[in-house]
């Protein structure tokens, strides 16, 4: 497993405007696919979207796709998540996750940022 650092959660107004970040201070960053996750109260932890060590990305395209954009920057170990035009029933707490090459599932977890969006 490998240490996931998230920052960037906030209250913001429907409509508005977040960056997630997600670091991690190891030397195996750039050979990870990388994942965004939320979870919402009283509800299940749900796949948001994923980018793989070279940048190819997926998204869970009923909710959030041409909203959020996922990406990276291995030099600065660094995952994002930019989210705009954000809608209440956005509000979650969201974790970023790492998969190791060959793994089948994510396998390391971040504490989670929440994110809170106002009607």
Known sequence: QVQLLESGGGLVRTGGSLTLSCTNPGPTFSTY???WFRQAPGKERNFVAAVTWSGVSTYDAD???GRFTISRDNAK???YLQ????????TAVYY????????TSYESWGQGTQVTVSS
Do not use: F, I, W, Y
């Open 33 to 35: 696919t990388m994942a």
């Open 63 to 65: 909710s959030v796709k």
């Open 77 to 79: 170990k660094t995952l």
């Open 83 to 90: 989210m705009n035009n954000l809608k209440p029933e956005d």
């Open 96 to 103: 970023c996750a790492a998969q190791r090459p060959g793994a």
